[in-house]
């Protein structure tokens, strides 16, 4: 089974975050999804009118920033493994039970999804398909998919807490070294697709700039090799 885990500021539009949700909830391989609510005025219960028994809410007083947030997701979760995700991404039922195969195999640390961006619902549906075969490569973080930190799976026993003064940039790239380390291949499934709905709510941070410098400083010089 699948617990997710989506951070949020809730300064999007909830196209992608609504259709995804509700598809979470269908899907027999998701436990429960846990949402970190990082706006600190509670938009999420807001804006989003859904109810269901898989759907934990965490309403945080102030924005803890993204690592920090995925720390406090995966604490909340109980399966074997965990998926993190955007906000802004489209995913449709079918892509979790493709995941869920690919985590089967106990040689794969990771599993991500091929991304494709979209700006509607209709757009997404009409343009991922929905592949029965499943087909994937080899890939070794960031730089090699198009964002694999938009949406990973991994199993819960082997994440490792995240340097919490890394804020909101190079966490996945540390998940990814440790992973490597740890001995496991890393895979993207490429016979399904995620879609990505465009978002500038990081960029629109006044901090934004300073953060992730700070961030690259802290990965490179601390980080990269204690992790």
Not at 22 to 41: E, P, R, W
Not at 167 to 183: A, F, M
Request: contains cysteine; hydrophobic residues 35%.
């Amino acid at each position: 089974m699948i617990d997710v885990v989506i951070p949020t500021l809730m300064k999007i539009d909830t196209t992608s975050l609504n259709y995804s949700l509700c598809q979470l909830f269908a899907s027999l391989h998701v436990n429960k999804v846990v949402i970190i609510d990082n706006s600190g005025t509670g938009e999420f219960s807001k804006k989003i009118n859904l109810k269901n028994d898989k759907l934990e809410i965490h309403e945080l007083e102030a924005n803890i920033y993204v690592n920090p947030a995925w720390n406090l997701g995966v604490s909340k979760c109980i399966s074997e493994n965990v998926l993190i995700m955007n906000d802004d991404i489209f995913c449709h039922k079918h892509v979790l039970t493709q995941v869920s195969e690919v985590m089967n195999d106990k040689n794969v640390g990771i599993c991500s999804v091929d991304t494709i961006n979209c700006s509607t619902t209709e757009e997404y549906i009409t343009n991922a398909g929905e592949s029965h075969n499943l087909e994937t490569n080899n890939v070794f973080g960031n730089k090699d998919n198009n964002k694999t930190g938009w949406f990973f799976c991994m199993r819960r026993k082997d994440w490792k807490p995240l340097p919490e003064d890394m804020k909101l940039w190079y966490g996945d790239d540390l998940i990814y070294r440790r992973i490597r380390k740890l001995g496991y291949s890393t895979k993207n499934i490429t016979s399904s697709k995620i879609g990505h709905l465009v978002s500038a709510t990081l960029h629109s941070m006044p901090d934004f700039h300073q953060i992730i410098a700070t961030d690259g400083m802290l990965y490179h010089k601390r980080y990269f090799n204690e992790f």
